[in-house]
């Protein structure tokens, strides 16, 4: 099996920045994709950034200018740097991963999914 677990949700002002932590553990091979996803009760869950294991990003366009996903392989780890934070992007973000776990079968992992409220 193989867990994803997210960390760095929290309360943050308007125009405030904050960072979030995923990292993937257990019976790995390798990953390919990262990102992060959010939801709020009022809408489906969305594409907030995603990366893959060569570094390629991609952002959702309600945060491109203002979020920056980053990984390091090394560690199965990816971060989302959240910057001029915006009411609107409250909501729960999930970190999700895709790969190859043993015995040489494709997984796909979501976290618990952590709150980010942006209120002052």
């Known amino acids: 099996q193989v867990q994803v677990v997210e960390s760095g949700g929290g309360l943050v002002q308007p125009g405030g920045s904050l960072t979030l932590s995923c990292a993937a553990s257990?019976?790995?091979?390798?990953?390919?994709?990262m990102g992060w996803y959010r939801q709020t009760p009022r809408k489906e869950r969305e594409m907030v950034a995603t990366?893959?294991?060569?570094?390629?990003?991609n952002y959702g366009d309600s945060v491109k200018g203002r979020f920056t996903i980053s990984r390091d392989n090394a560690k199965n780890t990816v971060y989302l740097q959240m910057n001029s934070l915006k009411p609107e992007d409250t909501a729960v973000y999930y970190c999700?991963?895709?790969?190859?776990?043993?015995?040489?079968?494709?997984?796909?992992?979501w976290g618990q999914g952590t709150q980010v409220t942006v209120s002052s």
């Open positions: 257990g019976s790995i091979i390798s990953i390919n994709d």
């Open positions: 999700n991963a895709v790969g190859k776990r043993f015995p040489y079968t494709r997984f796909n992992s």
């Open positions: 990366i893959t294991s060569g570094g390629a990003k």
